[in-house]
């Protein structure tokens, strides 16, 4: 005799109990994935800032130890910027795109220690005619030898949360060039861009978010830093000294 079996299926309880575990999963599991990804991104960073370094490194021995600036008046063309003038060096242009800031304006999201935290205590802007020293924006008013950056271990080049200003012109800063001290996070906090010239937040709640970026030292070691540890840091400065001078973008400036 043939038994007749009824086939059992789920209740509507108990699939709205297995939707609700995996949306639970869900919610723990994506972020976690969200945060591997990011720091996959920051590692590849941090390594084409590495690149960078030693790119930056040969330059400085072909142009007897003298540092590049931010923009070269260079004929036939406008300007070259110091991007232009190390990607020789580095080879494949990819270097100089960040992962987590996309495919940017020219420097893809890195910038350049203009200035330092003040006007005049970075690595250079441009040199003007007639030269002054607000214009090349170096202590020394004019390239930076190497002998004259006294702690290179310990001084900020290139980093790659860049600012948002005048890159119009190409021109991509590490640090502001109308907002000195505009600091924005690029890994863990504020994701960008920073790069439409109409973000103007206050330096302190983008720094308050937590977060930070990779940093290219002038000696050309990089590593990942704090935003809370890079802002207004004397670590910008190449003259130091000069650089625990309070300004208005920083009124206090630490080590």
């Known amino acids: 005799m043939q038994q007749n079996r009824q086939l059992k299926g789920?209740?509507?309880?108990?699939l709205l109990v297995v939707i609700a575990i995996i949306s639970i999963l869900a919610s723990i599991l994506f972020p976690v994935f969200a945060r591997a990804r990011e720091q996959a991104r920051k590692a590849s960073c941090l390594s084409n800032l590495n690149q960078m370094g030693l790119a930056v490194?040969?330059?400085?021995?072909?142009?007897?130890?003298?540092?590049?600036?931010?923009?070269?008046?260079?004929?036939?063309?406008?300007?070259?910027?110091?991007?232009?003038?190390?990607?020789?060096?580095?080879?494949?242009k990819q270097v100089f795109v960040c992962p987590t800031a996309g495919q940017q304006v020219r420097s893809g999201g890195y910038g350049w220690n203009v200035r330092g935290t003040?006007?005049?205590?970075?690595?250079?802007?441009?040199?003007?005619?007639?030269?002054?020293?607000?214009n090349w924006g170096t202590p020394t008013g004019g390239a930076l030898n190497i002998a004259?950056?006294?702690?290179?271990?310990?001084?900020?080049?290139?980093?790659d949360p860049s600012s948002n200003n005048n890159v119009a012109s190409g021109m991509v800063y590490a640090i502001g060039y109308s907002t000195i001290?505009?600091?924005?996070?690029?890994?863990?906090?504020?994701?960008g861009p920073f790069y439409d010239g109409t973000k103007t937040e206050a330096p302190?709640?983008?720094?308050?978010?937590?977060?930070?970026?990779?940093?290219?030292?002038?000696?050309?070691h990089a590593k990942y830093l704090e935003a809370s540890r890079s802002f207004c840091s004397n670590m910008w400065n190449v003259d130091k000294v000069k650089g625990k001078t309070p300004t208005a973008n920083c009124p206090v400036v630490h080590d």
């Open 10 to 14: 789920f209740t509507l309880i108990e």
């Open 57 to 92: 490194m040969m330059y400085v021995q072909d142009y007897d130890e003298t540092y590049p600036i931010g923009r070269f008046n260079l004929p036939p063309t406008p300007f070259a910027y110091w991007y232009d003038v190390i990607a020789p060096y580095v080879k494949n």
């Open 118 to 134: 003040s006007t005049t205590n970075g690595f250079g802007y441009y040199k003007s005619d007639p030269p002054t020293a607000a």
């Open 148 to 159: 004259a950056v006294e702690e290179a271990a310990n001084t900020i080049l290139i980093t």
């Open 181 to 191: 001290d505009y600091i924005p996070v690029l890994h863990g906090g504020q994701i």
């Open 204 to 220: 302190a709640s983008t720094v308050a978010r937590g977060g930070g970026g990779n940093y290219l030292f002038a000696d050309g």
